[in-house]
């Protein structure tokens, strides 16, 4: 049984103010093509269809013309929300679209949806777990945490002599969650089992267009998965497997940064055989525009040698080298370069100042004001008093302990 894995749509996004919508229905369009080459038996979608919780109108109607098409194709379509997307939203109808195929993930209530397909070598179940936080999980699973887990451990016997410590497990992190939530799933011993979810897995790595949470705290080890042949992961825009071959990221079907643009995007395709046999196969896609970054002075990459045989329609991210600024540089390149995004500047004057700055910065703030400058970085807003008072106190404490600048 085949599944192209997808993740991280992000309908309606837009990049440093350029709208994707157009490279989005075109990457589509193309997905559907090597659906139909590749005769695959569903499609998973892991998360982040949409770019914001209430996405824009045309967003929706892209996703609901793509589910459509596969609908009408009658693949099956297994999707679950991610960080970016409403669930309730995305939710909507689940039921009603069952009927045509498209299983998606509905609110989160100690329960985790089971689709079961069947081949010549027997069962396929998929468990749909959409992107959870810590106190969703609290709130639905209210003191029964602990007793899947340790009726696992102990077998069936254990249900009425669990030990206490284990009957309700603190829920304080993204870890904690998540664990809580798979140890409540009973995959089927015999069957192969596919989950799909939307969680930052340890030791992936991470790109600039993807929401970071200070400290890592979102942070779940992939041993929580080990009880499933395969995990179709979203939330990471890098495709890479983390720990086993079998726990992946598929990644973006476009680049949503310049931190990707030397990546070659792509979908993935889960061949799942006998228990324990599964192949995994990466099919590229190409993009309407890519994005790419160049380097030259002015002169340079204006000569029609260096960008003909280029598409100059590209999204593009230029750094010149030209000691002296380019008058209203940025309006005269993209009368060749229409889509050209970021543009900065790389000579003696630009690397001085950030020397310059970058040792102000350290040796003029205090512990307190780099961390403030840190927190609004981080979170687009300033720290509230409260915050200041805590971060300020246990600065103190700490270089009472010997830590210091």
Request: hydrophobic content about 35%; proline content about 4%.
């Amino acid at each position: 049984m085949r599944f192209m894995h997808l993740s991280d749509l992000h309908l309606g996004k837009r990049v440093n103010e350029f709208s994707m919508m157009e490279d989005q229905k075109y990457i589509l369009s193309q997905i559907l093509a090597i659906l139909d080459e590749e005769r695959v038996d569903g499609v998973i979608l892991a998360g982040d269809i949409y770019d914001k919780p209430i996405p824009g109108v045309e967003a929706v109607q892209v996703f609901d013309s793509f589910l459509t098409r596969l609908a009408d194709r009658k693949i099956p379509v297994f999707v679950i929300s991610g960080n970016h997307d409403s669930v309730e939203r995305v939710s909507f109808g689940a039921q009603l679209m069952a009927d045509r195929g498209v299983h998606i993930s509905r609110v989160y209530d100690g329960n985790v949806e089971k689709v079961t397909l069947t081949d010549e070598y027997g069962e396929v179940c998929i468990y749909l777990l959409p992107f959870l936080k810590p106190a969703t999980v609290r709130h639905a699973l209210e003191g029964r945490t602990g007793q899947a887990a340790c009726a696992r451990e102990q077998g069936a016997e254990a249900n009425g002599g669990c030990p206490p410590e284990k009957k309700e497990m603190e829920i304080s992190s993204y870890q904690d969650a998540v664990k809580a939530a798979v140890d409540a799933i009973e995959p089927a011993p015999s069957g192969r089992n596919i989950l799909v979810a939307h969680q930052f897995v340890t030791g992936a790595s991470r790109c600039e267009s993807e929401e970071i949470m200070v400290g890592g705290l979102d942070q779940v080890d992939v041993s929580v998965f080990d009880a499933f042949d395969y995990v179709a992961l979203g939330h990471l825009h890098s495709p890479q497997k983390v720990g086993r071959e079998t726990v992946r990221y598929c990644g973006t079907p476009l680049k949503y940064s310049f931190s990707e643009a030397e990546q070659q995007k792509s979908v993935t395709i889960v061949e799942m055989k006998e228990k324990g046999n599964i192949e995994i196969c990466k099919i590229p896609l190409s993009p309407l525009r890519d994005m790419r970054k160049i380097r030259g002075t002015y002169l340079q990459i204006t000569e029609r040698s260096f960008y003909e045989g280029t598409n100059t329609e590209d999204y593009l991210h230029v750094t010149l080298t030209d000691e002296e600024d380019i008058p209203d540089g940025l309006q005269k390149l993209r009368i060749i370069y229409p889509n050209l995004m970021r543009l900065e500047y790389d000579n003696q004057r630009t690397r001085e100042n950030r020397s310059v700055e970058a040792d102000r910065t350290i040796e003029q703030k205090s512990e307190l004001e780099l961390f403030g400058d840190f927190f609004e970085i981080q979170n687009n807003r300033q720290m509230s008093e409260q915050q200041q008072i805590f971060a300020k106190n246990l600065i103190q404490e700490l270089q009472e302990k010997g830590f210091g600048k």
